[in-house]
Structure formats: structure tokens, C-alpha cells
């Protein structure tokens, strides 16, 4: 077991593909890193400027967390993408080359092969979480160091302090991870149904916009479907940098994360294994 397990990690790293998303993810943190650290002052003046006129904002407010925070809200909205463009071609791909039929010869059931398949894609959404984290909280500390944390939201401006930002960073990740597993197992559904590489990765993002275009429309016609939309609850890490935390509705989200994850893995356990493979 754990050897197939090993040969499936070892084709998906081996596909240059695969390295797109972590040479992304460096590039871009280091590129944010280096705007901030030349002109991040103007960003700060512009960002907090309505409340020059109620208080004076002072110390090291260009800091490490903040850094932090932005990368994650300016990131968090492609890592989809990177996500799918690997784990949409875990199955499709094999198919396209005509390996997967090899691949099925093996003693090994259908169940274990995509078993195998959704963990392979969980351990690819977690590299790029490290990697993310490794660079956007420890890179960012380094040259900003430590700080308070300012966030603007809907109940305004929040002051957390440096000693709370940790855990609360943590939290964001894990929660990440979990909302990142419902865009891999969907790429993976959707890889099951098909015969080459560029299907799955195309409708995953086509379902991510439509589901969040819909999102947008604040109109009564589609408030019965809004629960149901995984992408109305993948925004809610940013709830974890509120004062007080809504534990509650950050859990609910959570729960109807993972239980998409576990419908899109059973659709794609239930097509995979009466598929015909070797037609």
C-alpha cells in the first residue's frame, strides 16, 4: 500500500506542471515582500486614510502579520487554480497516455486507485500551504518583524495584537486546507469523467466563477442556493481576524466544506469503479 501510495506522490511531483503553482507562489510573495518593503508607506497612507481625521495611527504598522494577512487575501483567490491545474490531471492524464489501463492491472481495486488518486491531491494542496506559509509568514517577519495587526472589514477597523496573530494564522491555514480540498476533489471528480487533461482543470475554475458570479447578485431569487455554494464559505478564514472570533459560523463553513469534499469524492469512487477502462 504504502509503496502505490509512494509511486502516485512520485507522478504527480514528476509533472512540470506541478511546479508551476510553488514557482508562483515564491514569485509573487517575493514580489509583494519587495513593493512593500520600497513603497509600502503609500499603501498604508492610502489604505487608513479615512481615519486620519478620528485618531493617529502609530508604531510598526508595516509589520511582518500584516504582510502576512494581504499576501493570504491577495493569493488565497488563485491558489483554486494551481490546485487544479494538478489535480485535475491525475486521472485524465493517465487516461490521455494510456497508462492508466496499466496502472489497473496491477492488483490493486479501483477504490484504493482513487484512494490513493484524493491523497495524492490532499498532500499537493498541503506543499503549497507550507510553501505559502513558510514564505508569506516567516519571509515577511524577517523583513518587517513583529506587530499588531490592523484589519478593515464590515464592523471596521480591528486592532489584533502580535501575541494573538499566530494561532489565528494557524487557524486561517488549516482552514485553507479545507477549503482547498473541496476545489481538489471537485478537479478530481471531474478528472474521472474524462479522457484528457485540460477538461477538468477548465470546468473546476468554470464552476468556482459561476458559483461566485451568483454569490455577487444579492437578490432574493438565489438566497435558497447560497448555503449550498462551497465558494460562500471559502472566504470565511478572514472571520478568524475578527474581534470576537464567530466560532460558530467559522465550524458550519468548515462542515459544509468537507461535506462537499466527501460528495465529490463519492461521485468519483461511484463513476470510477463502473467505468470502462479498457474499452
Avoid: C
Avoid at 32 to 49: A, H, R
Avoid at 106 to 123: C, Q, V
Avoid at 254 to 267: D, E, P, T
Amino acid at each position: 500500500m504504502i509503496r502505490i501510495l509512494q509511486a502516485e506522490i512520485i507522478k504527480a511531483f514528476a509533472r512540470p506542471r506541478s511546479y508551476i503553482g510553488l514557482a508562483s507562489i515564491v514569485a509573487l510573495v517575493v514580489l509583494i515582500d519587495t513593493s512593500f518593503y520600497f513603497t509600502g508607506k503609500e499603501y498604508i497612507d492610502l489604505l487608513f486614510q479615512s481615519f486620519d481625521q478620528v485618531f493617529s495611527l502609530e508604531g510598526n504598522i508595516i509589520n511582518g502579520n500584516l504582510i502576512t494577512f494581504i499576501i493570504l487575501q491577495t493569493l488565497i483567490i488563485q491558489l483554486p487554480l494551481l490546485v487544479a491545474l494538478v489535480t485535475g490531471d491525475l486521472i485524465s492524464g493517465e487516461s490521455a497516455l494510456g497508462t492508466l489501463r496499466y496502472a489497473l492491472t496491477k492488483p490493486i481495486s479501483r477504490f484504493k486507485f482513487i484512494t490513493y488518486k484524493w491523497i495524492t491531491a490532499m498532500l499537493y494542496v498541503l506543499a503549497i500551504l507550507i510553501l505559502l506559509g513558510v514564505f508569506a509568514y516567516l519571509l515577511s517577519l524577517v523583513i518587517f518583524g513583529l506587530g499588531d495587526l490592523l484589519v478593515l472589514n464590515a464592523d471596521g477597523l480591528v486592532v489584533i495584537r502580535s501575541a494573538e496573530l499566530f494561532w489565528r494564522f494557524m487557524a486561517a491555514f488549516v482552514f485553507a486546507f479545507i477549503s482547498l480540498t473541496t476545489v481538489a476533489s471537485l478537479s478530481l471528480m471531474f478528472s474521472a469523467f474524462s479522457d484528457n487533461s485540460i477538461g477538468p482543470i477548465v470546468l473546476t475554475m468554470v464552476v468556482i466563477i459561476v458559483f461566485t458570479v451568483i454569490s455577487s447578485f444579492e437578490m432574493s431569487f438565489f438566497d435558497p442556493v447560497m448555503p449550498l455554494l462551497f465558494t460562500n464559505h471559502m472566504h470565511l478564514w478572514r472571520r478568524l481576524f475578527s474581534d470576537p472570533i464567530p466560532m460558530t459560523e467559522i465550524m458550519q463553513s468548515a462542515g459544509v466544506l468537507l461535506l462537499h469534499s466527501a460528495v465529490f469524492f463519492g461521485i468519483t469512487q461511484y463513476h470510477f469503479n463502473r467505468k470502462d477502462i479498457f474499452q
